[in-house]
């Protein structure tokens, strides 16, 4: 069976080529599309040591929303350009490891759906049950394949593409003492939203100090940022959400920080901008218009470059203990509504 034709593939497949010898590439799994079967790749460039923490960049897990595949693969190729010249990128790359899987739902981008090749959504996937009532359907349903957010069969092994990035995630950051993760995604809302754990319950996580600690660097260096950045749960809750399974098993170690973060990229305003948009598949969920991508393109790439920086220089703002229980009471009342007594983390 000849493989089918994805331009975006292909592009992440040349950019692979070019660097060939500067990051290592392989083939984490093949995704089914129809009867042929199209590649995963994950791609890892900087430091192996464990010792040093990590990132990783996901993107294209819902196959409609290619944009996060764009933004993912537009990122991977400025840095691998600037190896070639860029000094001190190579001195970042010493303390640094980076993950990218920018396309793992090559078969939903190929057929133009959020689910993969079997109609099954991937962020709906992972053995996590919400602890409290999710939206019909939206928070993830086993009615049918033929419904959107379809979670797959009860009691299935996770569906290929979704085991690829927890066996990705398992092996290059959670071993580390510190990493950060940034899965990037569009559709929901007029803003562009910056999301962490959890998804399945509104309850904080363990590090809500952490990522607060996060957000303020982020909004000191990039004091006029446009983001979001908020608890997925006050958006919605779902069921098997992979970022939460992927969470909930780094914290089974007390000292390990990891932070997965999404990017949701408000795409109603692209819409609101082309209404004619409303009436194509993809125009909810992606920019249209060229130059109207272009600024999407290029408006996350200091966010993400700003992530590998903060990975790469953890130890120098990662809160103390007293410190953590300044940034968890600031946490607590802006995202949680709560009043709480300092030195409660
Ligand atoms: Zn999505």
């Not at 089918?4 to 040349?14: A, K, T």
């Not at 394949?145 to 290059?172: F, N």
Request: charged share 20%.
């Amino acid at each position: 069976m000849p493989r089918p034709e994805l331009p975006l593939l292909s592009d992440l497949e040349q950019l692979i080529r070019r660097a060939a010898g500067q990051v290592d590439a392989r083939v984490v799994c093949e995704a089914q599309a129809g009867l042929a079967r199209l590649p995963v790749y994950a791609i890892t460039l900087g430091n192996p040591d464990p010792a040093v923490p990590a990132i990783g960049f996901f993107g294209g897990v819902h196959g409609l929303e290619r944009i996060g595949a764009e933004v993912v693969i537009e990122y991977l190729r400025s840095l691998i350009t600037r190896l070639r010249w860029d000094g001190l990128l190579h001195r970042q790359l010493e303390s640094l490891r980076m993950v990218f899987m920018p396309l793992v739902n090559p078969a939903g981008v190929w057929r133009g759906t959020r689910a993969n090749g079997r109609g099954v959504d991937l962020m709906r996937n992972a053995p996590v049950e919400a602890l409290e009532q999710v939206p019909f359907l939206l928070g993830g349903q086993r009615l049918t394949r033929w419904l959107p957010w379809y979670r797959g069969p009860r009691g299935a092994a996770m569906e290929a593409e979704s085991a690829a990035l927890c066996e990705v995630v398992e092996r290059e950051l959670l071993p580390r003492r510190f990493s950060l993760s940034l899965d990037c995604h569009s559709g929901f809302g007029l803003r562009d939203r910056i999301w962490f754990p959890f998804a399945h319950t509104a309850e904080p996580i363990r590090h809500l100090p952490e990522v607060h600690a996060l957000k303020e660097i982020f909004d000191q260096a990039h004091a006029h940022h446009s983001y979001v950045f908020e608890p997925q749960s006050l958006s919605y809750l779902t069921h098997g959400d992979l970022w939460d399974y992927l969470y909930l098993r780094a914290s089974s170690a007390p000292d390990r920080v990891f932070l997965p973060l999404t990017l949701e990229m408000g795409s109603w305003l692209w819409v609101k901008k082309n209404p004619r948009q409303l009436f194509s598949r993809h125009g909810m969920f992606n920019p249209g218009k060229a130059h109207r991508q272009q600024r999407v393109l290029r408006r996350h790439m200091a966010w993400l470059d700003f992530m590998a920086r903060a990975a790469a220089s953890c130890a120098l703002w990662l809160p103390d203990p007293a410190a953590r229980a300044h940034h968890y009471e600031i946490a607590m009342r802006d995202w949680y509504g709560a009043h709480t007594a300092a030195g409660a983390a």
